[in-house]
């Protein structure tokens, strides 16, 4: 089923078996046992939930259709009768606002069912990659802890969304899903544009910094230099040129800041920059390594609602980001207490 099949009236029916685990080799027995244990058993009560929740949907989207149907006619009818200056402008503003309570009142059961999937299925997906994993739709980090980094663009609203937090190799592993705007004027209007989107990965180390290193995206030597962003923070220069291309750095301390920043670890990082079209940046700071990765994915998402509730899509899918992840600490080696 798909929304035009569903919209048409398309029977809704359960779907109680679907094979699609996918996971490494040398992981797919172990990823299985744990989906069977922990999962397959929910997976029952899941796939009614959802099947009801299109259903009352459904039910929802037709008696609003004929009520809203109704409503906008008879605005039509009268609307010769009310003395307005421009009565068109009106009309169309009114079925716009007037369809809002509608929609809301159609998707809510909709809405309804993926909070619960990720209230309670989230948790146990997560739990998977160890039992200290905990997973939140609602925990933030801290952005006050994150605009002093002096990794964040300049913004004017900030969301946040999708909280892990965990352990990996003795290393201290959480992540959230940022969203920041700002206002843009263009003529006589103002627009809302977003100036990042993405993960935000805070990574316990090992190794102890003293200084405070900002590592970003090169705009432009001078264009970094003269930004107010990095006030307090002395440009880096480095010998590879490569990277040097690619990023700006910016420290308290030009020796400690030179000491983190050797040839492998801006291989190790160029590599990361790659893999994620070239919009990564990160900052040492406060003993922490934050790293900022820009997409345009929602990270940790539920499979269509018009997909069975088996669950299988989203722990792959999962498994894979978090697999990513585990890479990172791994090219990093921030459980190492010395030498980056």
Known sequence: ??????????????????????????????FKQYYQQHLQPLTSKFENA???????????????????????????M????LRLSEPLMVYLIGIVVLALPFLWWLYNPVKRYKQDVKLKIYPLIFKYFGDDFIFSADHKMSL???????????????????????????????LNELHLTKQVRRDKSTDTVSVFKGLIIELSSHKAFRGHTVVVKSRGGLVNFLSDSFKGLDRVKLEDPIF????????????EARYMLTVSFMERLQELSASFGNKIQCAFYRNKLLIMLGTKEDRFEMASIFKAATFEY??????????QLFAIVDILQLEQSTGL
């Open 144 to 174: 006050s802890m994150l605009k002093a980094s002096k990794l964040l663009p300049y913004y004017e609203d900030a969301s946040f969304s999708d909280y892990v937090q965990g352990s990996y190799n003795g290393v201290d592993i959480a």
């Open 244 to 255: 040097e291309k690619q990023f700006d750095v910016f420290a308290t301390d030009q020796i």
């Open 314 to 323: 989203e722990f792959s899918q999962i498994n894979k980001e978090m697999k």
């Open 78 to 81: 009268f609307m010769p009768y």
């Open 50 to 76: 959802r099947v009801a929740s299109l259903k009352a949907c459904r039910q929802r989207l037709y008696l609003s259709s004929v009520i809203y149907i109704a409503t906008v006619g008879l605005a039509f």
């Open 1 to 30: 089923m798909n929304l035009i099949t569903f919209l048409f009236g398309a029977p809704i029916k359960a779907i109680r078996h679907s094979h699609n685990l996918v996971a490494a080799p040398n992981e797919i027995a172990q």
